[in-house]
C-alpha cells in the first residue's frame, strides 16, 4: 500500500471520528443533556474523578426519591452530585439530605428543589482531563497544534497527488 494510500485512509478515518464526536455532542444537547466534569472521588465509585457525567435537566425536581443521583447546584458556581439518602419533609416543604456515596457523612445542609439541576444518565470516563486541559492557555495551543496537524493530514494527500500529476504532466510534454 502507498503512502498517499495511507495518507487518504487516516485523513478519512480522522474526519469520520470528527465527523461522529460533533454529532454526539449536538444529539446530547438537542435531548437536554448537559456535561459535567466530575473533580472529585465524592461519588467513587459510580463517577471516577476526571469523568464527563451527562445530566438530564428535565426532571420533576419535586418527585425525586432516595436512592437517586442528582446533580445540583451548591452555592454559586459550585455543582456537586450526590446521592439522596432522606427525602425530608418541614412545614409541607420537600427537601433533600445527600451524600457522596465515598463519603463518611452527610452533606452538611439539605438540598431544595430549586437547587437541584437535573438526574446523571451517563458518563465517559477521563474525558474531563481533556477538557480541564483544553480550557488552560497551554492546552488551548495543544488543540490547536493538533487542529493544524488534522487538516494538515486531511490535505496531504490531495497535495501530494497534484505534484504527482504535475511529474506526469511534464513527462508526457518532455516526450512529445
Known amino acids: 500500500m502507498g503512502v498517499k494510500k495511507i495518507l487518504n485512509a487516516v485523513s478519512t478515518a480522522v474526519v469520520v471520528i ?4 460533533v454529532l454526539g455532542l449536538v444529539a446530547m444537547r438537542l435531548m437536554g443533556l448537559q456535561g459535567y466534569v466530575v473533580l ?3 461519588m467513587e465509585p459510580v463517577y471516577h474523578t476526571g469523568s464527563v457525567i451527562y445530566v438530564q435537566s428535565k426532571v420533576d425536581a419535586s418527585a425525586l426519591e432516595e436512592g437517586q443521583i442528582i446533580t445540583f447546584r451548591l452555592t454559586g458556581d459550585t455543582i456537586a452530585t450526590h446521592r439522596i439518602i432522606e427525602v425530608v419533609e418541614e412545614n409541607g416543604a420537600v427537601r ?4 457522596g456515596d465515598a463519603n463518611e457523612v452527610a452533606d ?10 437535573g438526574t446523571p444518565k451517563f458518563s465517559i470516563p477521563y474525558l474531563g ?10 492546552g488551548r495551543y495543544a488543540a490547536i497544534a493538533v487542529g493544524a496537524l488534522l487538516l494538515l493530514i486531511v490535505f496531504l494527500p490531495s ?18
Request: hydrophobic content about 35%; aromatic content about 6%.
Open 108 to 117: 452538611g445542609s439539605l438540598v431544595d428543589p430549586a437547587q437541584v439541576i
Open 96 to 99: 433533600y439530605r445527600t451524600k
Open 129 to 138: 482531563f481533556a477538557l480541564t486541559y483544553i480550557q488552560s492557555a497551554q
Open 159 to 176: 497535495l501530494i497527488s497534484e505534484k504527482g500529476n504535475d511529474k506526469k504532466s511534464k513527462t508526457k510534454e518532455e516526450q512529445t
Open 18 to 21: 470528527v465527523a461522529v464526536v
Open 40 to 42: 472529585s472521588g465524592s
